[in-house]
């Protein structure tokens, strides 16, 4: 993390020599003439460390390390003594200093117990972008699989873990994307800084800059202090770009002289600042397309993906939902409060054939409400949605009366040598497509009519609709004069 130390001593020589010394990479030293209004200064300016000389505080300091303590970003305060004073020392640990130190001692003394405060300082700074344990800090051994496509994703995942190059995710929605990102994060070279996610399509584009790259006091109405950015507060760590995709342009070439250059620019600020961070970026989007629309810099998409990783959707792992039901399972119980310990067999095959549109994300809702709904120890299919508890429900109308179904003498080869599972999903998805299109026809692609009709929410309505490669605009009907 980016560390800023501001100095304010009546030691000419020895400020030149502290900030010739203090001044690196992860450490911005400034310093100020006076500690007139030095509240207020920081208040706008911010810091992390102040050191400051005793001469510069009133007669009796307390107030002043009062008000630097009360500001929302409080910094650390280390104060330098011109002689010793055992009362007034105690006086001001007490009161909230970090240390104070004896401006006589040799030079390499007080520099040591600045980077001890720094050090300190960073530790807390880290404490507050940590996340809780458990499924916010996973780990790769999260993710072991016995599916053939996820396996094979994984043995990729292992080879650039321990790279600090730069990653891109590309999934559906649910598949848990940032939940890779941060178990990629948790096992490489920097797993010891920050990981700071960002979703860019959830902030307006007015926010986004100043949220990624920070802003100078004064730099636009409003600012009336300075403020750190993402990247800024990444530094030494990992920032995950969620929702890239929806990134504006003008933002781009911002971000793409972050990759190159290594450095950031805070809004209103003539000033760069180094910043060490290994960009992962994700999104549910086609860059490609995006790129070739001229939505997406085509320079910034090949900066982004030295390395793609495509996180197979959960309807194509079907044999890891019961490994994954049972440890969401296990992780819920204590924050539902239920005593809810393992699922009937019919749920649990009812979960396994649905298409999980949500993926992951989905699932774990679903295993939620279940816990919530159940009156047992066990999760029974009645306490599943009527959508997943249908794919092992018979069918209770003449629909498949009506089909043209083989007879028993007819049955296709094709369909005896697979699994009965396997052809009564297929059977199931060809009838769903068929439906919806002619739902979709009959209401000329009007999405909130045909939902209601299809006693589904408009929300599933469109996962089906982009399941099955369906688009409202094609069922319009014509206007007619």
């Known amino acids: 993390m980016i560390s800023r130390l501001l100095l304010v001593l009546d030691d000419t020589g020895l400020l030149e020599r502290l900030r010739t010394f203090l ?88 520099m040591g117990v600045v980077d001890t405060v720094l050090e300190k300082c960073c530790e807390r700074r880290k404490g507050r972008l940590r996340d809780r344990p458990s499924f916010a800090t996973p780990r790769l051994s999260d993710f072991v699989s016995a599916s053939r496509p996820m396996r094979t994703f ?5 080879r650039v873990v321990a790279s600090d190059v730069s990653l891109l995710l590309l999934g559906e929605t649910g598949v848990g994307k940032e939940r890779l990102a941060r178990a990629i994060h948790a096992e490489g070279p920097r797993s010891q800084g920050p990981f700071v996610a960002v979703n860019c399509g959830a902030l307006p584009e007015s926010l986004l800059e100043s949220e990624l790259f920070g802003h100078a006091e004064g730099a636009f109405t409003g600012a009336t202090r300075a403020r750190r950015g993402w990247f800024e507060l990444a530094h030494g760590g990992t920032i995950f770009l969620d929702e890239i995709g929806e990134m504006p342009l003008h933002l781009q070439v911002k971000l793409l002289r972050v990759l190159q250059e290594h450095e950031i620019q805070r809004v209103g600020s003539e000033k760069a600042i180094t910043a060490d961070v290994r960009v992962m970026a994700a999104t549910n989007r086609d860059l490609e397309a995006e790129v070739e629309a001229g ?47 393992g699922i009937a067999a019919d749920a649990l095959e009812a979960l396994t054939r649905y298409s999980w549109p949500g993926n992951v994300r989905e699932l774990i809702n679903v295993i939620e409400r279940a816990m919530l709904l159940c009156e047992d120890e066990e999760v029974s299919l009645n306490d599943l949605p009527s959508p997943i508890r249908s794919t092992v429900m018979p069918i209770e109308t003449d629909l498949l009366a009506q089909a043209s179904m083989p007879s028993p003498d007819d049955v296709p080869h094709a369909w005896l040598e697979r699994p009965l599972a396997e052809v009564r999903e297929d059977l199931l998805r060809k009838f769903e497509h068929v439906y919806l299109v002619g739902l979709l026809r009959e209401t000329g692609g009007r999405i909130n009519e045909t939902a209601r009709r299809a006693g589904i929410r408009p929300r599933s309505l469109y996962d089906k609709m982009k399941h099955h490669g369906l688009r409202k605009e094609d069922f319009r009907r014509p206007l007619t004069r």
């Open 154 to 158: 994984l043995h990729v995942v292992a």
């Open 23 to 110: 001044s690196r990479g992860d450490v911005i030293v400034e310093s100020a003439s006076g500690a007139e209004d030095l509240p207020a200064r920081i208040a706008r300016q911010m810091a992390d460390l102040v050191l400051i000389s005793r001469t510069f505080l009133p007669r009796s300091p307390f107030d002043t390390v009062r008000l630097l303590c009360a500001l929302p970003d409080a910094p650390s305060i280390i104060i330098l003594q011109p002689k010793a004073d055992a009362e007034e020392e105690a006086g001001l640990l007490a009161t909230g200093c970090d240390a104070v130190v004896l401006q006589e001692l040799p030079v390499e003394s007080i």
């Open 295 to 341: 939505r997406f810099r085509r320079d910034l998409y090949y900066r982004l993906s030295v390395v793609t990783l495509t996180i197979p959707p959960l309807r194509e792992r079907r044999e890891d939902i019961p490994e994954l039901v049972e440890s969401y399972l296990t992780y819920l119980r204590a924050r539902v409060g239920r005593p809810v310990t």
